[in-house]
């Protein structure tokens, strides 16, 4: 079985670059957010009706992926995947709900999902947190050309629910990088990981 190392962070962060960065060493299978595949991520962003929608969609996707790659007999290589499962949940639902685009009984529901699947699959073997200044953050996401739901004044709040969700998981197992200053080839946050998981 293949390890995974799953890369979180706020919208905007750059966890989808570094995982392109890391997928050109050819130590890596990728997995993304597909933002522009999912079925509900445009009807949510239009109308909060498909929140819940979007949110099973993309646990069931992200649960499929850590199948797919921890699976993968093509060659002995670690998974990796910008966001993820755990991301989904303890960041995205959670704001979502604080936002009010989830009720509290769907949040609930969102809940239980996410403890099945993840209950049912291994956790990730390393996540990386990449952080970065707020004005960071705001600029890259004023750049993007994807679907939104997160915005740059969601980061403050939502880094703090990933704060407290990475408190529960041993030191061991994450690997937190400042990212402010670092270009989108990120040749620093690669060089660090690669050594980490050569010593893990």
Same mark, same amino acid.
């Given at each position: ?14 966890? !989808? ?54 699976? =993968? ?82 980061? =403050? ?9 990475? !408190?529960?998981?041993? =030191? ?7 990212? =402010? ?20």
């Amino acid at each position: 079985m293949n390890k995974l190392v799953s890369i979180v962070g706020a919208s905007g962060v750059g966890k !989808t670059a570094l995982v392109n960065a890391l997928g050109r060493t050819g130590k890596f299978i990728t997995a993304y957010e597909q933002h522009d595949g999912r079925p509900f991520q445009a009807l949510f962003k239009q109308d909060r009706r498909y929140a819940l929608s979007n949110q099973v969609d993309y646990f069931l996707l992200r649960a499929e992926q850590e199948k797919t790659l921890r699976s =993968s007999s093509i060659e002995p290589r670690t998974g990796l995947m910008d966001g993820g499962l755990d991301l989904d949940y303890h960041g995205f639902t959670r704001l979502f709900h604080q936002r009010g685009l989830l009720t509290d009984i769907e949040y609930d529901l969102c809940g239980r999902l996410y403890t099945f699947i993840r209950e049912s699959l291994p956790f990730p073997e390393l996540i990386v947190h990449l952080c970065a200044d707020e004005p960071t953050v705001a600029e890259r996401l004023s750049t993007r050309d994807r679907i939104n739901i997160a915005s740059a004044e969601d980061t =403050s709040l939502f880094n703090s629910y990933l704060q407290e969700w990475l !408190t529960t998981i041993p =030191s061991g197992q994450v690997l937190e990088l400042d990212v =402010s200053h670092e270009t989108l080839e990120y040749g620093q946050s690669v060089k660090a990981i690669l050594e980490f998981l050569r010593h893990a």
